[in-house]
Nanobody
């Protein structure tokens, strides 16, 4: 069965950095599009970044130039490097993939203080 386990969230000051990790299992990781999404209190879940099996990436305008998504197919892991963090980046961050239906991890909290 598909499992996605996020880690790496925490509390950081504005301007700081964090790296999120998502360990995946239960499917052929290397061919699946992987994504990071986030949901802030009172807001809808939104796409942050996606990466194809071949490494093509897509970013939300709000994070372009600050966040980098990457993957290690040998480790079945996708990463989100977040630099120059802002208070508006505060949210629960979720790892995602799609195999006929969407799968989500449990989420990891990122809090950016001003």
């Amino acid at each position: 069965q598909v499992q996605l386990v996020e880690s790496g969230g925490g509390l950081v000051q504005a301007g700081g950095s964090l790296r999120l990790s998502c360990a995946a299992s239960g499917f052929i990781f290397s061919i699946n599009v992987m994504g990071w999404y986030r949901q802030a209190p009172g807001k809808l879940r939104e796409m942050v970044a996606t990466i194809t099996g071949g490494g093509s990436t897509n970013y939300a305008d709000s994070v372009k130039g600050r966040f980098t998504i990457s993957r290690d197919n040998a480790k079945n892991t996708v990463y989100l490097q977040m630099n120059s963090l802002k208070p508006d980046d505060t949210a629960v961050y979720y790892c995602n993939t799609y195999r006929g239906t969407a799968y989500w991890g449990q989420g990891t909290q990122v809090t950016v203080s001003s």
